[in-house]
Antibody, heavy 114, light 107 residues
Framework: EVQLVESGGGLVQPGASLKLSCVAS????????MSWVRQTPGKTMEWIGD????????NYAPSLKNRFTISRDNAKSTLYLQMSNVRSEDTATYYC???????WGQGVMVTVSS | DIQMTQSPASLSASLGETVTIECRAS??????LAWYQQKPGNSPQLLIY???SLADGVPSRFSGSGSGTQYSLKINSLQSEDVASYFC?????????FGAGTKLELK
């Protein structure tokens, strides 16, 4: 059974940093591009970025490129999202997904508030 | 960025009815379009990819069509389990972008 399990979310203060993780199982993680997508409380979906199967290439939404970094560890079948200088508008549920959108995690909530 | 204009924002339909949801791209996306279904409290699920290809396990009452800038998702013979929100997403150009979603309810 395919599983993507995100973790690392929670309540964080504006300006802080946070690192989300996504552990994959049930498929060959290293064969897939992987992405992060977020959904705001108002249900708007926003693509954050993706990373090539070997970690050699990343793409980002221009508005997030300077603050968010995607990485992966294929030996651990884990995808990461490093978020820095977070803002209230980063409050959302964050999903990891296989690049083709076939597999999605259950999502992890991030709330940015003082 | 490519803008995806999805309509309608909400839709109320009866069981057995056929419903259609539209997405219009701000430029040609060459059928690089996916449709997702998201039931309340759940993650999105891929329904359609490449504009008209049915994802594994998706009932055949779902279909996608379109080309260029205009795309649609059709649900034939609406079932109660189809109550959900539906999103389109283009993956022709970075950054990939989503439509605003359509909330489908039963009448």
């Amino acid at each position: 059974e395919v599983q993507l399990v995100e973790s690392g979310g929670g309540l964080v203060q504006p300006g802080a940093s946070l690192k989300l993780s996504c552990v994959a199982s049930g498929f060959t993680f290293s064969d897939y591009w992987m992405s992060w997508v977020r959904q705001t409380p108002g249900k708007t979906m926003e693509w954050i970025g993706d990373i090539k199967y070997d970690g050699s290439y990343t793409n980002y939404a221009p508005s997030l490129k300077n603050r968010f970094t995607i990485s992966r560890d294929n030996a651990k079948s884990t995808l990461y999202l490093q978020m820095s200088n977070v803002r209230s508008e980063d409050t959302a549920t964050y999903y990891c997904t296989s690049g083709a959108g076939i597999y999605w995690g259950q999502g992890v909530m991030v709330t940015v508030s003082s | 960025d490519i803008q995806m204009t999805q309509s309608p924002a909400s839709l109320s339909a009866s069981l057995g009815e056929t419903v259609t949801i539209e997405c219009r791209a701000s430029e040609d996306i060459y059928s690089n379009l996916a449709w997702y279904q998201q039931k309340p409290g759940n993650s999105p699920q891929l329904l359609i990819y490449d504009a008209n290809s049915l994802a594994d396990g998706v009932p055949s009452r779902f279909s996608g069509s379109g080309s260029g800038t205009q795309y649609s998702l059709k649900i034939n013979s609406l079932q109660s389990e189809d109550v959900a929100s539906y999103f389109c997403q283009q993956y022709n150009n970075y950054p990939y972008t989503f439509g605003a979603g359509t909330k489908l309810e039963l009448k």
